[in-house]
């Protein structure tokens, strides 16, 4: 690897400083409404929007398709696409009609009260998915969070068992890594945990099937519950046989395996679950399939189900910890309807792979034409470059691969020339929307932004 590339560190934190000095200078407005956010906890509307490579975050004036504006009137071509909440790209025209339809004409937003949308949503779901019988909520860490409490009580086991350096929504129990002594520990940063996080959860290392075995054998896990591929540390993706392996080992040692497909949902229309041919007990997913709008659910086996609805000591009804007021709302369930129906097609998925291969292949031509020592993983209609190659097959091995300097960098010029990429990755996502000469656009982009940093 000694002909590979090195960053001079001096030169990237000149072009840092004036790729940030530029960023302050197009965006007066946000810079402003950033400094004036006196009554927001950090400025902002939700602490992590100060992940943000500038200083401050763009304001969103409009989006429509896979195009943004700002404040300051730039668009921008979004390969973010709120981390996957747009991947059907910004107010689908489908999904618009039927919000307008449900607020205006219709009425009911939330009323106690199911609406037909509900049966059919849950009904494509099992055709996409393979699970028999859905339930909703309005984010995919509810849906974590329920599904987790419904395999402890049917397993009556206590812990649940989770990749290092996965991310299923802000879920107490998957806040755990890898320590140094091969045992579980708290993530850093952990804030306000309840209890120290081995009490609740184990982990094993992605890839790792001797590592899940011996966890497994302490005999305590109602489940494991897991992306198929980590998408939230880069994309790490299993080697072959790595998921027939965990499906066997959670067989073997009495394990529930809940598969959360909220981002490799851009495998495919039925997720890595159906493109890969996996087997859990539980699906979990939210973001996109509301279009934008809160929506989540979470699917079962019938088998499971009926596990569930026959223990009578259950309260699924009232108080017992399972379930949201406006989950499952005429609302979120129209949304998903349309996006499901309309717009997150078989077909969307067809042109969003293939935009995907260009992209990928592009940024392969980067890396190789500057021997840059970084790889790139795709995932159907994602793909992210991480600083690393070969590309690494655990967690906390691409948690070390991190480089967030340079990934700011790049993060800044790039929209400095007009395009988006999600701040907590190096990930670019593609909608039904996205075209070949976007993807043209953003390849030579960076390629110019990479060719200033090492050419
Ligand atoms: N699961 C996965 C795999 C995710 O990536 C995320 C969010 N990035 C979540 C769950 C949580 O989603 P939300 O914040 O919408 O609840």
């Not at 934190?13 to 530029?22: H, I, K, P, T």
């Not at 730039?74 to 009609?97: Q, R």
């Not at 996965?166 to 940063?189: A, K, N």
């Not at 809940?258 to 997720?271: K, L, N, Q, R, V």
Request: glycine residues 10%; hydrophobic residues 45%.
């Amino acid at each position: 690897m000694s002909d590979r590339t090195t960053i001079d560190r001096t030169r990237l934190a000149e072009l840092a400083g004036r790729e940030r000095r530029s960023f302050a200078e197009r965006n007066p407005r946000s810079a402003a409404a950033y400094r004036d956010a006196r009554h927001l906890f950090g400025r902002v509307p939700m602490t992590w929007m100060n992940k943000t490579a500038g200083g401050f975050p763009l304001y969103l004036d409009r989006a429509r398709g896979n195009r943004v504006h700002d404040l300051d009137g730039h668009e921008y071509l979004d390969f973010a696409l709120g981390d996957t909440g747009a991947m059907g790209g910004h107010s689908p025209a489908p999904v618009v009609e039927a919000v307008q339809r449900r607020i205006g004409e219709l009425g009911g937003l939330t009323a106690m009260m199911p609406t037909e949308d509900a049966e059919w949503v849950g009904a494509e779901l099992t055709r996409r998915f393979g699970m028999d019988v859905w339930s909703f909520s309005l984010t995919a860490t509810d849906a974590n969070r329920w599904a987790i409490r419904l395999v402890r009580a049917i397993t009556g086991k206590p812990k649940i068992l989770f990749h290092a350096y996965c991310y299923h929504g802000s879920v107490d129990e998957s806040l755990i890594v890898v320590g140094p002594d091969g045992r579980g520990v708290d993530r850093p940063g952990n804030v306000g945990a309840p209890v120290p996080v081995a009490e609740t959860s184990r982990v094993a290392e992605f890839n790792d099937l001797d590592g899940l075995e011996r966890e497994l054998a302490h005999g305590d896990v109602a489940a494991v519950l897991i992306e198929p591929a980590l998408t939230n540390i880069g994309i790490v993706l299993p080697e072959p046989g790595y998921h027939a392996g965990v499906r066997e080992l959670t067989r073997r040692y009495g394990a529930l395996l809940i598969i959360d497909e909220t981002h490799t949902f851009s495998a495919g229309p039925g997720g890595a679950t159906t493109a890969w041919g996996l087997e859990p007990d539980v699906v979990v997913i939210g973001k996109a399939i509301g279009g934008g709008v809160p929506s989540g659910a979470y699917g079962l086996s019938s088998e499971l189900a009926d596990r569930v609805l026959g223990r009578t000591d259950l309260d699924l009804i009232d108080m017992g910890g399972v379930g949201g007021t406006l989950a499952g709302s005429p609302l979120s369930v129209a949304a998903m309807r349309a996006t499901l129906e309309q717009v997150l097609t078989d077909a969307a998925f067809e042109h969003m792979s293939a935009r995907s291969i260009e992209y990928t292949a592009g940024v392969q031509a980067i890396i190789d034409e500057f021997a840059l020592p970084w790889s790139i993983n795709r995932l159907g209609a994602r793909a992210e470059f991480r600083f690393a190659d070969p590309s690494p097959t655990t967690g906390t091995a691409a948690a070390a691969a991190a480089d967030a300097e340079l990934e700011d960098h790049l993060h800044l010029a790039l929209a400095n020339r007009g395009i988006l990429l999600t701040p907590f990755h190096n990930m670019a996502l593609m909608s039904p929307v996205t075209t070949a000469a976007d993807v043209s656009t953003h390849v030579e982009t960076l390629r110019a932004v990479v060719a200033e940093l090492v050419g």
